[in-house]
């Protein structure tokens, strides 16, 4: 009758009315439990003003906790900050430590960049810990069919091991495919594994699937498992893409694995999505990001030297550098946001980018509304058939503010445009998983690939060129009253959901 994302949400949702009744009955007979539960309250306020934290979130978490306060008190207990645990803390800083051998010094890279590049690499090195590498050739794919053939290909030629992680299995021929490769590959004696979230495949693929893959050796799995009571981790979701192949060959970008994917089904129109292509030592940056989603999964660790230093240097231009981000407390700064804003503020020609979704913060807007006013092209493309209509139109209520300001803002007419891309001067980019939205700034797990002179940069700048001939610019464009209204509501609390 139900789906089981329908089943575990009204499970958590009636528990949590438990709990808010149970308070409430308490409070209502016991006076001096009134005391203690507004103690509780105020608490739980001064944490939220005292956390590092976007002003947005401590708006949206106020709000809630001061009109609502014995729901809002529940949930920020319930939801609010997810503890990893001190094994798993080490467990995961050795790991690092294992990786670190492996990353290339500061010094392999600072000759070839300017220094405003420089500036980005140092960032992302100084707060994720990763480096560029000058020595991996980077392949742009701007649909998911032409990644699609180039990827089974390269599972085909698999000899030591495969990884998939993935926010989204969905059944279906693309799946298939790739499931009658990999069954192949571990009946030949290829290590398997892979990870896929919970949530984003619950209504997509059985889970008896994990199950059935893992009793013929590949070991999968079920990231942060949907469960029938309120837990932290709920909040946190696997949003990456990563493929690696024997660490020599990597693959990431926006691309799930599911039809529509690769337009085998269109349920919104045209998808429109891209990935990229890594062959070369900087694979081994997403084989640790696997490795460590793994290690927090399983809470179990392993030497990892023998899926790391595979791969042989390309001779080729540019320099790459993959990095990951998170919730915190595993991750303690917003390094997507970050680089996202670095870039945008280093701007002197143009800025594009491309995102589902457009439910960003202040401090982006300013960033975007601050280049548009020193005479940077700054562009922003989105869907115009939208797959959740309630962001869509929360995005949309954010146009006129960005397009009064000189920011332009297309939305793209055949259909839905699922690439999270930037591009800046023609020199510099990011593609990866995270979108410009609060849950992947915020609470997702996610990973990108900042790129500097890279010869894909080109067909990224051109890939841009045709997305924008394919769209409408929204300049003027201008909701409903009742839309504008109920959106500006919504908008107060996006920062939770």
Same mark, same amino acid.
């Given at each position: 009758?139900?789906?089981?994302?329908?089943?575990?949400?009204?499970?958590?949702?009636?528990?949590?009315?438990?709990?808010?009744?149970?308070?409430?009955?308490?409070?209502?007979?016991?006076?001096?439990?009134?005391?203690?539960?507004?103690?509780?309250?105020?608490?739980?306020?001064?944490?939220?003003?005292?956390?590092?934290?976007?002003?947005?979130?401590?708006?949206?978490?106020?709000?809630?906790?001061?009109?609502?306060?014995?729901?809002?008190?529940?949930?920020?207990?319930?939801?609010?900050?997810?503890?990893?645990?001190?094994?798993?803390?080490?467990?995961?800083?050795?790991?690092?430590?294992?990786?670190?051998?492996?990353?290339?010094?500061?010094?392999?890279?600072?000759?070839?960049?300017?220094?405003?590049?420089?500036?980005?690499?140092?960032?992302?090195?100084?707060?994720?810990?990763?480096?560029?590498?000058?020595?991996?050739?980077?392949?742009?794919?701007?649909?998911?069919?032409?990644?699609?053939?180039?990827?089974?290909?390269?599972?085909?030629?698999?000899?030591?091991?495969?990884?998939?992680?993935?926010?989204?299995?969905?059944?279906?021929?693309?799946?298939?495919?790739?499931?009658?490769?990999?069954?192949?590959?571990?009946?030949?004696?290829?290590?398997?594994?892979?990870?896929?979230?919970?949530?984003?495949?619950?209504?997509?693929?059985?889970?008896?699937?994990?199950?059935?893959?893992?009793?013929?050796?590949?070991?999968?799995?079920?990231? +942060? $498992?949907? %469960?029938? @009571?309120?837990? #932290?981790?709920?909040?946190?979701?696997?949003?990456? &893409?990563?493929?690696? /192949?024997?660490?020599?060959?990597?693959?990431?970008?926006?691309?799930?694995?599911?039809?529509?994917?690769?337009?085998?089904?269109?349920?919104?129109?045209?998808?429109?999505?891209?990935?990229?292509?890594?062959?070369?030592?900087?694979?081994?940056?997403?084989?640790?990001?696997?490795?460590?989603?793994?290690?927090?999964?399983?809470?179990?660790?392993?030497?990892?030297?023998?899926?790391?230093?595979?791969?042989?240097?390309?001779?080729?231009?540019?320099?790459?550098?993959?990095?990951?981000?998170?919730?915190?407390?595993?991750?303690?700064?917003?390094?997507?946001?970050?680089?996202?804003?670095?870039?945008?503020?280093?701007? +002197? $020609?143009? %800025?594009? @980018?491309?995102? #589902?979704?457009?439910?960003?913060?202040?401090?982006? &807007?300013?960033?975007? /509304?601050?280049?548009?006013?020193?005479?940077?092209?700054?562009?922003?493309?989105?869907?115009?058939?939208?797959?959740?209509?309630?962001?869509?139109?929360?995005?949309?209520?954010?146009?006129?503010?960005?397009?009064?300001?000189?920011?332009?803002?297309?939305?793209?007419?055949?259909?839905?445009?699922?690439?999270?891309?930037?591009?800046?001067?023609?020199?510099?980019?990011?593609?990866?998983?995270?979108?410009?939205?609060?849950?992947?700034?915020?609470?997702?797990?996610?990973?990108?690939?900042?790129?500097?002179?890279?010869?894909?940069?080109?067909?990224?700048?051109?890939?841009?060129?045709?997305?924008?001939?394919?769209?409408?610019?929204?300049?003027?464009?201008?909701?409903?009253?009742?839309?504008?209204?109920?959106?500006?509501?919504?908008?107060? /609390?996006?920062?939770?959901?």
């Amino acid at each position: 009758m139900f789906g089981r994302k329908t089943a575990t949400s009204v499970s958590v949702f009636l528990q949590i009315c438990i709990i808010v009744a149970v308070f409430f009955v308490l409070c209502f007979y016991f006076e001096f439990f009134r005391y203690i539960y507004a103690a509780l309250v105020f608490t739980a306020v001064l944490s939220v003003l005292c956390r590092d934290m976007p002003k947005e979130s401590k708006i949206s978490w106020l709000i809630v906790l001061i009109i609502l306060p014995f729901f809002g008190f529940t949930v920020y207990v319930l939801f609010s900050y997810n503890p990893i645990g001190k094994k798993t803390e080490n467990l995961l800083d050795n790991l690092k430590r294992q990786a670190n051998a492996y990353i290339p010094q500061r010094t392999t890279y600072e000759r070839v960049l300017s220094p405003e590049q420089l500036l980005q690499a140092d960032y992302i090195e100084s707060v994720s810990g990763m480096s560029g590498y000058t020595n991996t050739d980077v392949r742009h794919y701007p649909y998911g069919e032409r990644f699609f053939a180039d990827y089974l290909r390269d599972l085909e030629s698999a000899r030591d091991f495969i990884f998939l992680e993935y926010f989204l299995f969905g059944e279906g021929e693309m799946l298939n495919r790739v499931l009658s490769v990999l069954k192949g590959k571990a009946a030949e004696g290829v290590e398997v594994r892979i990870i896929y979230d919970d949530f984003g495949s619950v209504d997509r693929m059985s889970p008896r699937y994990a199950d059935e893959l893992n009793k013929i050796g590949i070991k999968t799995i079920r990231f +942060n $498992k949907l %469960v029938p @009571i309120p837990a #932290p981790f709920h909040n946190n979701r696997n949003h990456r &893409k990563i493929t690696v /192949i024997d660490g020599k060959i990597g693959y990431t970008g926006g691309i799930n694995i599911a039809d529509e994917y690769i337009n085998l089904v269109s349920p919104y129109g045209v998808w429109k999505d891209t990935a990229i292509r890594l062959y070369g030592p900087a694979v081994d940056s997403l084989s640790y990001f696997f490795l460590s989603d793994f290690l927090l999964a399983t809470k179990t660790a392993e030497p990892i030297d023998r899926f790391l230093g595979k791969s042989e240097s390309v001779a080729c231009r540019g320099v790459v550098m993959p990095f990951c981000d998170g919730p915190k407390p595993l991750y303690d700064r917003l390094v997507t946001e970050n680089a996202y804003i670095n870039l945008i503020d280093s701007a +002197n $020609k143009y %800025v594009w @980018i491309s995102s #589902p979704y457009l439910v960003c913060d202040s401090r982006v &807007k300013k960033s975007l /509304i601050n280049a548009a006013a020193r005479g940077v092209d700054v562009r922003i493309v989105v869907p115009h058939i939208p797959d959740k209509k309630l962001v869509f139109e929360i995005g949309r209520n954010n146009y006129k503010s960005l397009t009064d300001r000189g920011v332009k803002i297309y939305e793209y007419m055949p259909g839905f445009i699922h690439a999270k891309q930037l591009i800046c001067d023609g020199v510099t980019a990011i593609v990866g998983s995270a979108n410009l939205d609060y849950r992947s700034l915020l609470y997702n797990y996610e990973n990108c690939v900042l790129m500097f002179n890279t010869d894909c940069i080109s067909d990224i700048e051109k890939d841009f060129i045709g997305v924008f001939n394919r769209s409408a610019d929204m300049d003027g464009f201008n909701q409903n009253a009742f839309k504008k209204a109920f959106c500006k509501v919504a908008g107060m /609390i996006s920062p939770l959901l």
